[in-house]
């Protein structure tokens, strides 16, 4: 839970011009938004984004099975202008230095807090 490795299945998902759907720990939607990707979690309505947070891994998948399928019940939500906006931020993030800026900014801003909290 709470923890994001990048790797190659989502970078090829970036790269290919479509939105990945990851499966994992809580909070790995939010934790890709952080970084500035988007997942298809973003297309999902607000009450089934809840899945995200949940701690609980059993319930986690049972709960993002239904998001699937309501993906897969509302595919036009994977054509709409959001989602061709999406996908090209990601393939544009994946392309540039962008997370390299986003990385040094927050070990920037976590060492100056420690830094800060010694004082």
């Known amino acids: 839970n709470d923890e994001l490795t990048l790797t190659e299945k989502g970078m090829k998902c970036f790269y290919s011009e479509c939105l990945?759907?990851?499966?994992?720990g809580s909070n790995i939607n939010q934790l890709y938004?952080?970084?500035g990707y988007y997942t298809a979690?973003?297309?999902l309505p607000t009450e089934l984004q809840s899945y995200d947070?949940?701690?609980n891994h059993q319930d986690?998948?049972?709960?993002?099975?239904t998001a699937i399928k309501w993906l897969s019940d509302n595919t036009d939500v994977l054509t709409s202008s959001n989602a061709v906006d999406?996908?090209?931020t990601n393939k544009q993030r994946l392309l540039s230095?962008?997370?390299d800026y986003v990385a040094?900014?927050?070990f920037d801003q976590q060492f100056f807090n420690q830094l800060d909290a010694s004082r």
């Open 97 to 99: 230095n962008a997370m």
């Open 60 to 65: 986690r998948y049972q709960q993002q099975i």
């Open 86 to 88: 999406m996908i090209a």
């Open 41 to 43: 979690w973003n297309l």
């Open 33 to 35: 938004n952080s970084l």
């Open 53 to 55: 947070s949940n701690k």
């Open 20 to 24: 990945p759907m990851p499966v994992g």
């Open 104 to 106: 040094v900014k927050t």
